[in-house]
């Protein structure tokens, strides 16, 4: 299995941010599983064109979160008892990626109607999902429509 990973350097969200959210994007969507490796720092720097700095923050709050674990000589892999997300907020969020592309929006524009709809309260949407849920995970994926995407790929065991 290979990981893919894009950057854009010219989006608003910083570097560190789009490599964490599209881990967790990944491991939500069941393309990592526990135990899956991820690359080192130094690699991943050098295939996205970025300091080894902005990967070992994003590797630093994925593991503060609990989405992974580092030792040293084994690497970073995904932690375990890490769950994919709920196959329903899979298929709404895969029929949410189909509307908006049929509709011709951007993947910014997507997600900023997603962020924008999670900043609402509405009663009977939080009667709907729990609050535990990883909903704005599954909805967070590598921009396919970015300025200057740079890719890298890593073998996982």
Same mark, same amino acid.
């Given at each position: 299995?290979?990981?893919?990973? !894009?950057?854009?350097?010219?989006?608003?969200?910083?570097?560190?941010?789009?490599?964490?959210?599209?881990?967790?994007?990944?491991?939500?969507?069941?393309?990592?599983?526990?135990?899956?490796?991820?690359?080192?720092?130094?690699?991943?720097?050098?295939?996205?064109?970025?300091?080894?700095?902005?990967? %070992?923050?994003?590797?630093?709050?994925?593991? %503060?979160?609990?989405?992974?674990?580092?030792?040293?000589?084994? $690497?970073? +892999?995904?932690?375990?008892?890490?769950?994919?997300?709920?196959?329903? $907020?899979?298929?709404?969020?895969?029929?949410?990626?189909?509307?908006?592309?049929?509709?011709?929006?951007?993947?910014?524009?997507?997600?900023?109607?997603?962020? $924008?709809?999670?900043?609402?309260? !509405?009663? $009977?949407?939080?009667?709907?999902?729990?609050?535990?849920? /990883?909903?704005?995970?599954?909805?967070?994926?590598?921009?396919?429509?970015?300025?200057?995407?740079? +890719?890298?790929?890593?073998?996982? /065991?």
């Amino acid at each position: 299995m290979s990981l893919l990973l !894009e950057v854009d350097l010219a989006s608003s969200v910083p570097v560190f941010e789009q490599i964490r959210l599209q881990v967790v994007a990944h491991v939500a969507a069941g393309r990592l599983t526990p135990g899956d490796h991820l690359p080192t720092i130094r690699a991943l720097a050098t295939d996205l064109g970025v300091a080894a700095g902005t990967v %070992a923050r994003a590797y630093r709050e994925l593991e %503060a979160a609990g989405v992974v674990t580092t030792r040293r000589r084994a $690497g970073t +892999t995904v932690a375990a008892g890490v769950a994919s997300a709920d196959a329903a $907020g899979q298929q709404a969020a895969r029929a949410y990626v189909a509307t908006v592309r049929a509709a011709g929006l951007s993947d910014e524009a997507a997600l900023a109607l997603v962020r $924008g709809a999670l900043m609402r309260h !509405e009663p $009977g949407l939080d009667a709907q999902v729990p609050r535990d849920s /990883p909903t704005g995970s599954t909805t967070q994926a590598s921009s396919r429509n970015a300025t200057k995407p740079t +890719t890298a790929g890593a073998a996982t /065991p």
